[in-house]
């Protein structure tokens, strides 16, 4: 059923503000960081209204539910606390169904939980989700995992850093490296299996669109091929950015400390154009959070995990 009363995207993007990080508040002008999560905000409301749409991934997904099973849903969870429902499938795998909470009204709360997910079983309870997934600028919720941070600072804070001898950038023209950096996968997931969960490589095609973008380097250490890091220009939680897309280090140059200095060549190598470097990091993924924050990254927010049983 289509919700009969939504939010617009204005409205939307104010409550999303309101839950944003407050340093990142100075990193970006009010009224151009509304503008950049209306905009975010607009599929979730196309996917409120869209039955074609609906029903193309009812197609797509093919549990036998109709179109009108997947419409995003504006709820009236609690006094006071609205929020933005979504079906959704981790890694598009049917098997893995959570219901993701894309707005509030106001910043969550732990003691908002049970309503949430009281809510998100009534509306999306054919689909058996075993989770929602939730959106805070909290750095810990008790008892919950996380999912993916993001960690961001401004470019014009990054680039003073000092670096490691022999590391250096030169910007990717072609895949000619590709098959090195399946290997560099290949070798930290068979030394660490929670790797897979935490991180892949780009496909081809995405790397390449990131070639494309002249903002794809290759790691140069002690004269080699070392690793790959790339970015997109493209707003992330409302914020002008560039996104990181990939950040790799070959198995030979894993282990010296060289993770901590992608960002600052990153930040010396992209255009100066006021943005952030920003990007997410598998909230388990303790050695690349540790890189990032000292480069100068903040952890500005994430979204949690959290059972519909408890």
């Given at each position: 059923m289509i919700?009969?009363?939504?939010?617009?995207?204005?409205?939307?993007?104010?409550?999303?503000l309101a839950a944003q990080h407050p340093p990142t508040l100075k990193w970006c002008s009010e009224p151009d960081r509304l503008a950049n999560l209306a905009v975010e905000h607009t599929f979730d409301l196309r996917l409120a209204t869209d039955l074609e749409l609906a029903g193309q991934r009812a197609k797509f997904i093919n549990v036998g539910l109709p179109a009108e099973a997947y419409l995003n849903r504006w709820v009236t969870v609690a006094p006071g606390l609205e929020a933005m429902f979504s079906i959704r499938f981790k890694g598009l795998d049917v098997g893995q169904p959570f219901v993701d909470i894309s707005a509030t009204s106001r910043p969550?709360?732990?003691?908002?939980?049970?309503?949430?997910?009281?809510?998100?079983?009534?509306?999306?309870?054919?689909?058996?989700?075993?989770?929602?997934?939730?959106?805070?600028?909290?750095?810990t919720f008790t008892g919950l995992k996380p999912d993916l941070r993001v960690l961001a600072a401004p470019l014009a804070e990054l680039g003073g850093g000092g670096l490691a001898p022999e590391l250096s950038l030169i910007q990717t023209t072609d895949l000619s490296h590709y098959a090195d950096a399946q290997a560099a996968y290949a070798a930290v997931d068979a030394a660490h299996p929670e790797h897979p969960g935490q991180a892949r490589l780009l496909s081809e095609e995405d790397l390449q669109d990131t070639i494309d973008a002249g903002t794809m380097f290759d790691v140069i250490w002690r004269g080699a091929w070392s690793g790959y890091v790339g970015t997109l220009p493209e707003t992330q939680?409302?914020?002008?950015?560039?996104?990181?897309?990939e950040m790799l280090l070959a198995p030979h140059a894993r282990g010296y400390g060289l993770g901590a200095y992608l960002s600052t060549l990153l930040a010396r190598y992209l255009p100066a154009d006021g943005r952030v470097l920003s990007g997410t990091i598998h909230g388990e993924n303790r050695g690349a959070q540790t890189a990032a924050r000292q480069a100068g990254r903040q952890d500005v927010g994430g979204w949690w995990w959290?059972?519909?049983v408890r």
């Open positions: 919700c009969e009363h939504l939010p617009t995207a204005a409205d939307l993007a104010r409550f999303s969550v709360v732990a003691s908002d939980f049970p309503a949430l997910i009281g809510a998100a079983v009534l509306d999306y309870g054919d689909f058996h989700p075993p989770r929602i997934r939730v959106w805070s600028a909290a750095e939680v409302g914020l002008p950015a560039q996104v990181v897309r959290v059972p519909t």
